[in-house]
C-alpha cells in the first residue's frame, strides 16, 4: 500500500532530514515508527500525508506517487486518511458530535447519513454519551477518542497516528492503542508514530526504527529496543515491486522501448491504399454496356462489344440532337412571324388617307 523509494528531504535550513529512505507498507499493517527527536520520524509521517514533499525519491500509496502530485489534489488523498495529532485538534466551539460531523461536511456527506455515521464512530469510541459536550468538558482520554472517531467517520483505508499517547496517562494510553488495534483488525492500516517504549514492547508488532534520516532498524514482531539492529530484507521489498507504478511511467525518464513498437514501425505499409488508385479512373460502364457484359462470356468479347455499342450510340445520339435543334430553331421562327405588325407601320391600312373608305375604318376598330 505504501512505498517510499530513496526519499530525500533537505530543508531550506540545510538539514537532512531523511537521506535515501526506502521501506514498504502491505495493506492492513500495524506498523510502529519510532526513533529519537530530530530522527527524522516525524517528516516520514508528514511525508505520507503530503504535508511535506520529498527533496527526491518518490512516495507511492495505492500505485499513486503522491510526491508528484498537484495541490489541488491533496484535498482528495487526505480524505483516504485519517490523521490523528498529539494536540487533538478540536474545534472549542462544536460539541463532540459536531466536531465530528465537521469531517463529513466538508466532503457533502448528505445530512442524515451523516449523523447516522457520527452515532456509529462515537459508539465504536464509547463516547455516545458526551456527544453534546464540548472539548474543554472531557478529559485527555476523552478528546483523543474524538480525534480517532473524527479519523474513523470515512472509513478511511490508512490511519496516521503522531504521538497520540504524548499527553496521556500509561492507563489511558493503553486504552487508546487498544482502540487502534482493533481498528486495525476491521482492515485499516495503520501507522503509529511514538516515543512510548512500554506500548511497543507489549504490542509486539512490526517497528521501523530511524535515526539521522536513516531506517536502520525494520523488524516484524519487535520491542522498542533490539539487539541486532539491520534493515528491511531485500526480499521483502522486493516483493512489493509489482505492486507498485515503475519510476519510467511516473518520473517520464527516458528507458529503452520495448520490441513491438519498433517492429511495428518497420512493417510496410498496406497494399490496399495502391490497388484503390485505379479504380476511382475506371468509367462507369453505360446501362447497355452492363447488358452485353452480363451476356457475354469472355473477356475478349466484352471489349470489342462494348466498342460496337459505343459507336453505334454515337451516330442516333448526334442525329437525334440535330433534329432537336431544327425543332427548336422552328418554334423560334414562328413565334417571330405570329407577332403583330406595328400600328402605324402597316400598308394595308393607311388611316391617314382622307379617301380611304369609313366603313373598312370601322370595321377595322371593332
Known amino acids: ?42 517528516t516520514l509521517m508528514k511525508c505520507i500525508t503530503r504535508e511535506e514533499k520529498p527533496t527526491e525519491g518518490m512516495v507511492i500509496i495505492d500505485k499513486y506517487c503522491i510526491s508528484k502530485m498537484p495541490h489541488a489534489l491533496v484535498p482528495i488523498l487526505r480524505r483516504q486518511i485519517g490523521i490523528i495529532y498529539q494536540d487533538f485538534r478540536l474545534i472549542e466551539t462544536k460539541t463532540v458530535k459536531e466536531n465530528i460531523a465537521f469531517a463529513g461536511e466538508i466532503i457533502g456527506v448528505p445530512r442524515k447519513k451523516l449523523m447516522q455515521m457520527v452515532d456509529i464512530v462515537l459508539g465504536a469510541v464509547g463516547l455516545r454519551d458526551k456527544a453534546d459536550s464540548l472539548p474543554q468538558e472531557l478529559s485527555g482520554g476523552e478528546q483523543q477518542r474524538v480525534a480517532i472517531a473524527r479519523a474513523m467517520l470515512n472509513s478511511p ?20 492503542m487498544a482502540l487502534l488495534s482493533e481498528i486495525n483488525r476491521t482492515g485499516t492500516t495503520v501507522i503509529v508514530c511514538t516515543h512510548d517504549s512500554n506500548l511497543v514492547d507489549r504490542m509486539k508488532k ?22 541486532e539492529k539491520h ?12 505492486e507498485v507504478v515503475s519510476l519510467s511511467e511516473i518520473t517520464g525518464v527516458s528507458e529503452p522501448l520495448p520490441e513491438f513498437p519498433e517492429e511495428k514501425k518497420e512493417e510496410p505499409l498496406p497494399e490496399f491504399p495502391s490497388e484503390e488508385a485505379p479504380v476511382k479512373e475506371e468509367k462507369v460502364p453505360s446501362k447497355t454496356e452492363e447488358k452485353i457484359t452480363v451476356v457475354s462470356t469472355t ?54 388617307d382622307p379617301d380611304f373608305p369609313s366603313e373598312i375604318k370601322e370595321d377595322k376598330d371593332k
Not at 492492513?28 to 515508527?33: A, D, K, N, T
Not at 512490526?206 to 539487539?227: F, M, W
Open 157 to 176: 483505508k490508512l490511519i496516521v497516528a503522531d504521538e497520540p499517547t504524548g499527553n496521556l496517562d500509561p492507563e489511558t494510553s493503553e486504552s487508546i
Open 206 to 227: 512490526r517497528v521501523i526504527e530511524v535515526e539521522d534520516g536513516l531506517i536502520i532498524r525494520d523488524e516484524k514482531g519487535s520491542g522498542y529496543t533490539a539487539e
Open 1 to 42: 500500500m505504501i512505498r517510499f523509494e530513496n526519499v530525500h528531504k533537505t530543508y531550506k535550513t540545510g538539514t537532512d532530514a531523511l537521506r535515501g529512505v526506502t521501506f514498504s507498507i502491505r495493506d492492513g499493517e500495524f506498523v510502529f515508527v519510532i526513533g529519537k527527536s530530530g530522527s527524522g520520524k516525524s
Open 299 to 352: 473477356k475478349k468479347e466484352k471489349k470489342t462489344e462494348i466498342k460496337e455499342t459505343a459507336k453505334e450510340d454515337k451516330k442516333p445520339l448526334k442525329a437525334e440532337e440535330k433534329k432537336e435543334d431544327k425543332k427548336v430553331e422552328k418554334k423560334e421562327d414562328k413565334k417571330e412571324e405570329k407577332l403583330p405588325p406595328k400600328k402605324n407601320e402597316d400598308p394595308d391600312f393607311p388611316e391617314d
Open 231 to 242: 534493515s528491511l530484507p531485500q526480499s521483502m521489498i522486493d516483493e512489493f515491486v509489482p
